[in-house]
């Protein structure tokens, strides 16, 4: 398995540089870095829906008033939750 080091990185940003420009390299980054954010939220979101799909207690029975939702983004989070897990909104 090829391993990538320092100057493989370099000829990467080089290449990036030319294809996107310095002026919206920083948008196209954040882009990714949201698209990776996204997906590991889900992906963690999955696991938790598989999980609670096999345990013997079920969501329904929580007591109410246990969810808030983020006013930025709309997802739910536990009532204890001081920021969002979603997008980190203080909530």
């Known amino acids: 398995m090829p391993s990538i080091g320092g100057p493989e990185l370099l000829l990467i ?6 294809v996107f420009g310095a002026g919206k390299l920083p948008d196209v980054l954040g882009q990714l870095g949201k698209g990776v954010r996204s997906f590991r939220d889900e992906s963690t979101n999955d696991k938790a ?5 096999g345990s013997t207690t079920s969501a329904a029975t929580a007591a109410p008033g246990t ?6 983004c709309g997802r739910p989070n536990a009532s204890d939750s ?9 909530l």
């Open 13 to 18: 940003l080089a290449v990036v540089l030319i």
């Open 82 to 90: 001081k920021f969002c897990t979603n997008c980190g909104q203080a």
């Open 49 to 53: 829906a598989s999980v609670t799909a």
């Open 67 to 72: 969810t808030v939702y983020c006013r930025n």
